[in-house]
């Protein structure tokens, strides 16, 4: 009853703008936010799911995950002069409501022989999948694991993201009718050329989730890990009583910090070589992460790992901020002669990813960093195959590789193949 009121009065806040700044210019999804929020107020919690339901499926979890600042809620009029509407906080609460209530994302299914298979189970797939399932399709996801969610399961720590709302939430979309095929894993047990013959169309959504290396004199040491790989596999060694820096300023960097903060770590450093205002992570990750005694060395460079077959310590150098013709943000420059080493145990690279060597051999066109290109449609060189997030080179969050895979179930289903 408390959390109602509370979320009543968040809707009451809101001025249900005409203009719609929040939707069309801050949310990636182009959710229509002030439409939602009215029949919030009106306490007509599954009409406002259902205009939800008109661009996303994943409701509680963006509403939880999202970086809302620097989206819908950096787009809200009320932030003008003062504090912005909680979109993020009211739109969970709805996606609860439904999880809680059993409302069906679609009542009207329309019918279509098309198939279409989707290789990756995160979110940019299962968005695909429930707007092609919307539309009629026969959808049949091919997942690596033995479970769905992608990152919404191994790259989002549990203190940030439920495990059970990213279940309850694929449930919904496996209510549609969608087949899953789990342990098939594309270049190993599964063939893109088998699914070609099989399918009318192919959505390619598995992500691009290796760790991006700094090419630094003693990366290869003992004790160097790649962010992205230790929260997928949670395979991380033992903290306790340990010094741990973490490389980055973005989200993969605070939740390694956190998670490894939990795992009994004396200390953990982050180090990133712009200013806090820089920092591509969440003002409230930045915040919390402080709050749990996480130190930040901002505006410093690493030099060189040090040690003997295992990290002992980082060789780091202080860096200054200028503008550089051409760029539209400062950009740090080394400050010569302010070297210095700490002594660290581990450290754990998180500055970003890249996809897969097998990407390589499937045939397709890449772009210049190595992701799948696609033209504006979403669709690959073979014009059977589309492809959308991380692994087309999306802009990295959740809603945005939603979007990509959204788009991509009416373009398929526009698609003559």
Known sequence: MKKMKEIKEKADYCLNCKIKPCSQKGCPLGNNIPEFIKLVKEEKYQEAYNILNETTVLQAICGRICPHKKQCQGSCVRGIKSEPVSIGDIEAFIGDKAIENNYKLFDNIENNKKRVAIIGGGPSGLTCAAFLAKQGAQVTI???????????????????????????????????????????ELGKNLKLEELENEYDAIFLSFGANKSVKMGVEGEDLNGVYG???????????????????????????????????????????IIYRRAEEQMPAEEKEI??????????????????IIGDK???KVEL?????????????????????????????????????????????????????????????????????????????????????????????????????
């Not at 060694?237 to 605070?254: F, H, S």
């Not at 919390?288 to 996480?294: F, L, M, P």
Request: charged fraction near 25%; hydrophobic fraction near 40%; charge should be negative.
């Open 317 to 417: 150098i202080q860096t200054e901020l200028i503008q550089k013709e051409g760029e539209n943000r400062l950009s740090p420059v080394n400050v010569q002669g302010s070297n210095y080493i700490i002594d660290v145990d581990y450290i754990v690279m998180a500055l970003g990813s890249k996809p897969a060597e097998f990407v390589q051999d499937l045939g397709l066109d890449l772009n210049k960093w190595g992701n799948i290109a696609i033209s504006e449609n979403g669709q690959t060189s073979n014009l059977k195959i589309f492809a959308g997030g991380d692994i087309a080179g999306g802009k990295g969050t959740v809603a945005w590789a939603a979007k990509s895979g959204r788009d991509a179930a009416y373009e398929i289903m526009k698609e003559e193949i």
């Open 287 to 304: 915040k919390e992460a402080k709050e749990e005694g996480i130190e930040f060395l901002l505006q410093n460079n690493i030099v060189k």
């Open 142 to 184: 091919y997942e690596r694991y033995n479970y769905l969610g992608g990152l919404l399961v191994y790259g989002i720590p549990e203190f940030r993201l439920p495990k059970d709302i990213v279940k309850n939430t694929i449930q919904k979309i496996l209510d549609l009718g969608i087949q899953v095929e789990y342990n098939k």
């Open 310 to 312: 295992k990290v002992e």
């Open 227 to 269: 962010g992205n790989e230790l929260l997928e596999y949670n395979a991380h060694p033992n903290y306790i009583g340990k010094t741990i820096a973490v490389i980055g300023g973005g989200n993969v960097a605070m939740d390694c910090a956190r998670t490894i903060k939990r795992l009994g770590a004396k200390e953990v450093k």
